[in-house]
Protein backbone atom coordinates (compact mmCIF):
# COMPACT_ATOMS: atom_id res chain seq x y z
CA UNK A 1 0.00 0.00 0.00
CA UNK A 2 1.76 3.33 -1.10
CA UNK A 3 2.31 5.69 1.97
CA UNK A 4 0.51 8.85 2.20
CA UNK A 5 2.77 12.08 1.28
CA UNK A 6 3.38 14.12 4.20
CA UNK A 7 2.37 17.15 4.72
CA UNK A 8 5.74 19.20 4.43
CA UNK A 9 8.97 17.69 2.94
CA UNK A 10 12.05 19.41 2.15
CA UNK A 11 14.10 17.94 -0.78
CA UNK A 12 18.15 18.91 -1.34
CA UNK A 13 20.41 18.21 -3.66
CA UNK A 14 23.00 19.46 -6.04
CA UNK A 15 22.87 21.13 -9.18
CA UNK A 16 21.09 17.97 -11.77
CA UNK A 17 21.19 15.72 -8.81
CA UNK A 18 17.42 14.48 -10.19
CA UNK A 19 16.03 17.06 -7.37
CA UNK A 20 12.98 18.62 -8.74
CA UNK A 21 11.85 15.32 -11.51
CA UNK A 22 11.55 13.77 -8.16
CA UNK A 23 9.56 16.50 -6.07
CA UNK A 24 7.32 16.67 -9.10
CA UNK A 25 6.96 13.00 -8.76
CA UNK A 26 5.86 13.05 -5.31
CA UNK A 27 3.28 16.09 -5.95
CA UNK A 28 1.87 13.97 -9.04
CA UNK A 29 0.77 11.31 -6.43
CA UNK A 30 -1.09 13.41 -5.04
CA UNK A 31 -5.02 13.84 -6.21
CA UNK A 32 -4.77 17.83 -8.62
CA UNK A 33 -4.72 20.32 -9.19
CA UNK A 34 -1.29 20.29 -9.22
CA UNK A 35 0.61 24.09 -8.42
CA UNK A 36 4.18 24.58 -9.04
CA UNK A 37 5.55 27.97 -7.39
CA UNK A 38 8.56 28.84 -9.52
CA UNK A 39 10.89 31.04 -8.28
CA UNK A 40 13.67 31.23 -11.08
CA UNK A 41 14.00 34.49 -13.27
CA UNK A 42 14.79 34.24 -17.03
CA UNK A 43 18.17 36.75 -16.83
CA UNK A 44 19.95 35.11 -19.85
CA UNK A 45 18.91 32.88 -22.92
CA UNK A 46 20.50 29.39 -20.94
CA UNK A 47 17.96 30.12 -17.86
CA UNK A 48 15.13 31.01 -20.69
CA UNK A 49 16.09 27.50 -21.78
CA UNK A 50 16.13 25.45 -18.24
CA UNK A 51 12.78 27.17 -17.58
CA UNK A 52 11.47 26.02 -21.26
CA UNK A 53 12.71 22.36 -20.20
CA UNK A 54 11.13 22.20 -16.71
CA UNK A 55 7.98 23.39 -18.22
CA UNK A 56 7.34 20.79 -20.62
CA UNK A 57 8.63 18.07 -18.88
CA UNK A 58 6.15 19.00 -15.96
CA UNK A 59 3.06 19.16 -19.22
CA UNK A 60 0.01 21.12 -19.28
CA UNK A 61 -1.65 19.47 -16.01
CA UNK A 62 0.42 21.86 -13.50
CA UNK A 63 -0.66 25.01 -12.96
CA UNK A 64 2.37 27.36 -12.42
CA UNK A 65 2.80 30.97 -10.50
CA UNK A 66 5.67 32.87 -10.63
CA UNK A 67 6.76 33.99 -7.53
CA UNK A 68 10.61 35.32 -7.70
CA UNK A 69 10.12 37.08 -4.24
CA UNK A 70 6.84 36.61 -3.26
CA UNK A 71 7.22 33.12 -1.99
CA UNK A 72 5.83 32.99 1.65
CA UNK A 73 2.61 34.84 0.68
CA UNK A 74 1.94 32.49 -2.74
CA UNK A 75 2.73 29.47 0.09
CA UNK A 76 0.15 31.29 2.18
CA UNK A 77 -2.25 31.70 -0.45
CA UNK A 78 -2.15 28.44 -2.11
CA UNK A 79 -4.40 24.95 -1.62
CA UNK A 80 -4.21 21.50 -2.82
CA UNK A 81 -0.39 19.97 -3.50
CA UNK A 82 2.29 22.45 -3.65
CA UNK A 83 6.09 22.17 -5.05
CA UNK A 84 8.38 24.86 -4.58
CA UNK A 85 11.34 25.14 -6.72
CA UNK A 86 13.35 25.86 -5.88
CA UNK A 87 14.18 28.11 -2.07
CA UNK A 88 18.49 28.75 -3.28
CA UNK A 89 16.72 30.80 -6.09
CA UNK A 90 14.65 32.43 -4.15
CA UNK A 91 17.15 33.22 -1.65
CA UNK A 92 19.24 34.82 -5.00
CA UNK A 93 16.19 36.79 -5.90
CA UNK A 94 15.83 38.37 -2.43
CA UNK A 95 19.69 39.43 -2.15
CA UNK A 96 20.03 40.45 -4.96
CA UNK A 97 16.96 42.78 -3.84
CA UNK A 98 18.60 43.61 -0.89
CA UNK A 99 15.76 42.43 1.09
CA UNK A 100 15.97 41.17 4.24
CA UNK A 101 16.56 37.59 4.45
CA UNK A 102 15.92 37.23 7.81
CA UNK A 103 12.68 38.33 7.89
CA UNK A 104 11.30 36.80 4.45
CA UNK A 105 12.71 33.55 5.65
CA UNK A 106 10.71 34.35 9.34
CA UNK A 107 7.56 35.00 6.99
CA UNK A 108 8.11 31.44 4.64
CA UNK A 109 8.73 29.18 7.70
CA UNK A 110 5.13 30.21 9.15
CA UNK A 111 3.58 29.77 5.70
CA UNK A 112 5.06 26.73 5.76
CA UNK A 113 3.65 26.00 9.36
CA UNK A 114 0.19 26.78 8.48
CA UNK A 115 0.03 25.17 4.98
CA UNK A 116 -2.35 22.11 4.65
CA UNK A 117 -0.29 20.62 2.39
CA UNK A 118 1.03 18.23 0.85
CA UNK A 119 3.91 20.70 0.23
CA UNK A 120 7.55 20.05 -1.21
CA UNK A 121 10.33 22.49 -0.79
CA UNK A 122 13.12 22.22 -3.41
CA UNK A 123 16.43 23.72 -2.40
CA UNK A 124 20.65 23.25 -3.95
CA UNK A 125 22.55 22.29 -0.96
CA UNK A 126 25.46 24.35 -1.52
CA UNK A 127 27.30 23.74 1.54
CA UNK A 128 29.70 20.93 0.91
CA UNK A 129 31.79 22.83 -1.26
CA UNK A 130 34.83 24.53 -0.65
CA UNK A 131 34.43 28.46 1.51
CA UNK A 132 33.84 30.74 -1.03
CA UNK A 133 36.46 33.78 -1.73
CA UNK A 134 34.05 36.49 -1.42
CA UNK A 135 31.64 37.93 1.22
CA UNK A 136 28.24 37.75 -0.82
CA UNK A 137 29.09 33.88 -1.67
CA UNK A 138 29.34 33.61 1.54
CA UNK A 139 26.67 35.28 2.69
CA UNK A 140 24.10 33.39 0.45
CA UNK A 141 25.85 30.08 1.14
CA UNK A 142 25.08 30.68 5.31
CA UNK A 143 21.46 32.08 4.18
CA UNK A 144 20.67 28.75 2.38
CA UNK A 145 22.50 26.56 5.21
CA UNK A 146 20.14 28.47 7.97
CA UNK A 147 16.91 27.92 5.75
CA UNK A 148 17.65 23.80 5.30
CA UNK A 149 17.82 23.65 8.54
CA UNK A 150 15.22 25.16 10.04
CA UNK A 151 12.66 24.05 7.39
CA UNK A 152 14.16 20.41 7.65
CA UNK A 153 13.58 20.64 11.12
CA UNK A 154 9.75 21.42 10.52
CA UNK A 155 9.73 19.24 8.28
CA UNK A 156 7.86 15.86 7.91
CA UNK A 157 10.35 14.33 5.84
CA UNK A 158 13.88 15.56 4.25
CA UNK A 159 15.44 13.72 1.23
CA UNK A 160 18.60 14.44 -0.41
CA UNK A 161 19.03 13.24 -3.98
CA UNK A 162 22.47 12.16 -5.28
CA UNK A 163 23.23 11.01 -8.75
CA UNK A 164 18.98 10.73 -9.46
CA UNK A 165 18.90 8.72 -6.24
CA UNK A 166 16.81 9.79 -3.40
CA UNK A 167 18.23 9.21 0.09
CA UNK A 168 15.72 9.38 2.86
CA UNK A 169 17.17 11.91 5.57
CA UNK A 170 14.21 12.20 7.97
CA UNK A 171 12.72 10.15 9.46
CA UNK A 172 16.18 8.09 9.79
CA UNK A 173 15.85 5.21 8.11
CA UNK A 174 15.59 1.65 10.40
CA UNK A 175 19.55 1.56 11.87
CA UNK A 176 21.16 -1.67 11.27
CA UNK A 177 22.50 -3.72 13.69
CA UNK A 178 26.79 -3.74 13.10
CA UNK A 179 28.16 -5.96 15.41
CA UNK A 180 31.54 -5.11 16.60
CA UNK A 181 34.97 -6.35 15.00
CA UNK A 182 35.69 -9.92 16.41
CA UNK A 183 32.18 -10.48 18.12
CA UNK A 184 30.54 -13.30 17.91
CA UNK A 185 27.16 -14.53 17.32
Not at 42 to 70: C, K, N, S, Y
Not at 122 to 134: H, K, Q, Y
Not at 157 to 167: Q, Y
Request: hydrophobic letters at 45%.
Amino acid sequence: MPQPTPRMTLVLGGARSGKSAYAEGLIEACPGPWLYLATAQAFDDEMVDRIAQHRARRGGAWRTRDVPLALPEAVAEAEGPVLVDCLTLWLTNLILAEADVAQATARLLAACADAPGPLVLVGNEVGLGIVPDNALARRFRDAAGRLHQQLAARADRVVLTVAGLPLLVKPQPPQTQVRPTGASA
